[in-house]
């Protein structure tokens, strides 16, 4: 195997990102007294919404998990700020109409043993109705997103979150 440069090593890979994801934003912080608002403030004074915020926090430390309705912005502001994040894909999925909407998408997933990492709400209703919904983070992003399609769930894409 050749590495280096003037290597034939190709890092295409199998699959392309060809199901509709929503950019999550992981914001690392000191667990203090106004740490979360230093984090919000940032959005204060844009037009960027914060479309779901979750809280992850230990002793030490927390994790913000955050969808922004902006992402490329978001990123931006982020970057400025120094504040040490990553991102992860979301499915985003309107809550269906009936009694009992969580148990229709799980039971969805289930069928296709698609374990589901963690999900949490929206704060705004998304897409042209408003419509409430649910961010999911998902072992299998591509067959949840087949599997929840075939089934007739909407899908939301991050152009969804600035109508």
């Known amino acids: ?43 204060e004074s844009t037009d960027v919404r914060i479309v779901s915020l979750t809280v992850v926090e230990s002793a030490d430390c927390a994790i913000i998990r955050m969808v922004l309705s902006d992402p490329e912005r978001a990123f931006e502001i982020f970057k400025a700020a120094k504040l040490p994040f990553t991102e992860s894909d ?14 229709q998408i799980c039971k969805a997933l289930l069928s296709a043993e698609i374990s589901i990492h963690y999900a949490y709400p929206l704060l705004v209703g998304v897409g042209h109705d408003g419509s409430a919904a649910l961010a999911l983070h998902v072992d299998d992003h591509e067959l949840a997103t087949n599997v ?9 894409t991050e152009d969804d979150l600035n109508s």
Not at 12 to 30: E, K
Not at 90 to 103: H, R, S
């Open 1 to 43: 195997m050749s590495f280096g440069e003037g290597a034939n090593t190709s890092f295409d890979t199998a699959h392309g990102r060809d199901w509709p994801s929503v950019r999550q934003f992981n914001v690392f912080l000191a667990n203090r007294l106004g740490a979360l608002m230093e984090v919000v403030r940032r959005f």
């Open 90 to 103: 979301l499915l985003v999925v309107k809550l269906p109409d009936g009694g009992q909407p969580l148990v």
């Open 148 to 156: 929840l399609r075939s089934k007739d769930f909407t899908l939301f």
